[in-house]
Structures are given as structure tokens and as C-alpha cells.
């Protein structure tokens, strides 16, 4: 008999942060980079995303489409369109019989909550100091990862792509990478 194993699957976070570190401001993104939306749109489609129950409330309702929506709440309910988890044990499990990629897509507290799990990132720069955010990433976030290469998404954006220290860049995300650069 076959016997049952479970995937040590890729986890990536994605995120967008100013200069001073602001990813968000009243529920909502504090800027508009519609080039930022098609980069994260192009790099998720047909995977995975997870995320904090106030991000995808950001969302009003909607889910993320061509992907499969994890949403982390203490209070989870039944949905035909969402999987609720609550809890970081519920998170591991799930991930471990996915065999896509898992972008873990924020916000502020789902990043710190699953910070350990994250093998690699992807961060957009967004060229701005953003003095009345009330959503920070914390300075030292990228601190156990090194820069594997940076992309060029606008003339204003670059998104850095960093990969945690003693790993190497997984091919998965080059691939994705590479396919979304094409395409945007
Ligand atoms: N710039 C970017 O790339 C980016 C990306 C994503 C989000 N954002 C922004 O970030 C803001 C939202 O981020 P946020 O940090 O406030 O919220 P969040 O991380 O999206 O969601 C927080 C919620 O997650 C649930 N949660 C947290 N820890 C949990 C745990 N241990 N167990 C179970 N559930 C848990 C709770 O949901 P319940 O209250 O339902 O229990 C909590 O209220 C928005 O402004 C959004 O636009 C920016």
C-alpha cells in the first residue's frame, strides 16, 4: 500500500513596505501602486495565500480568485470560498498536504505569527515615508535572510527577493519569478 507523506512546501512572505517600514493605515494600503497589484496578483495566481483575518477583511468580501484563501482567525466559520484556521499547528498541518507554493501575504500580525516558517521573501519597496500609517513591518524582519537578487517592477518599484541565511533560493519561486516578470 502507497504510503501517505507530506510536502515540505515552499513558504514565501509577500509584502509591500514603505521607507519607514509602513504596510498599512486604517484597514487599507496607504498608497496606490498599480504595479504592485499586477506583481502580486501575477506571483500568487494558482498558488496559496494566508492571511490574517484584518487583511482579508481589506479585501470586502472578496476572495483573492485563482488561489486558494487561507484566512487565520480565533474565530473560524464554515465558508465555501475560504478556509479558516485557527491556530499556527492548524497552519502546519494544512501547509504540509499542499503542494504549491504558500505565500503567507500578511498583515502585520500573521507575518510575526508565522515568521519562523518563512523560507523566503519577497518586498516591495515602495518609494515613500509614509508619516501616518498605523501598520509597521518591525526594522529587523529581514534580519536571518540575505538578498538574492532585486527586480526592477516599475521605474519606481523594485521588489528584492531574499532568501533565509544557509538556504539557497528555491527554483519553485525563480520559475514563478521569472513567469510573472514576462507577463507584467
Ligand atoms: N503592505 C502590504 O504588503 C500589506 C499586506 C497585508 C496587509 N496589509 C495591511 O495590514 C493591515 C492589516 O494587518 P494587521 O496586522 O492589522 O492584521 P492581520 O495580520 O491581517 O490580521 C490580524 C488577525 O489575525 C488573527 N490572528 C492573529 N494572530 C492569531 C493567532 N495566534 N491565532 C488565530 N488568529 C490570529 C486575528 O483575527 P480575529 O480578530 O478574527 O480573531 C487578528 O485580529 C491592513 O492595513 C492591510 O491593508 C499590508
Sequence with gaps: MKELTTNHN??????AIS????V???GTLPWN???????????????????GRKTYDSFLGEVLPNRLNIVI??????????????????????VSYVSCPVFIIGGVEIFSLLSDRIDEWLVTK????????DKFMPAGFMDNFKKEKEYQLSDVLVCEHLV????????????IISNALDLL
Design 73 to 94: 482567525t480565533r474565530k473560524p466559520m464554515l465558508s465555501d470560498h475560504v478556509i479558516y484556521i485557527n491556530s499556527v499547528d492548524v497552519f502546519d498541518t494544512l
Design 33 to 51: 501602486y498599480p504595479k504592485d497589484l499586477s506583481w502580486f496578483k501575477l506571483i500568487t495566481e494558482n498558488n496559496a495565500v494566508v492571511m
Design 10 to 15: 515552499l513558504k514565501v512572505g509577500i509584502v
Design 126 to 133: 515602495i518609494p515613500e515615508h509614509i508619516n501616518n500609517a
Design 164 to 175: 533565509r541565511r544557509g538556504n539557497v533560493a528555491s527554483i519553485e519561486l525563480k520559475h
Design 24 to 26: 498599512g493605515k486604517d
Design 19 to 22: 521607507q519607514n517600514y509602513a
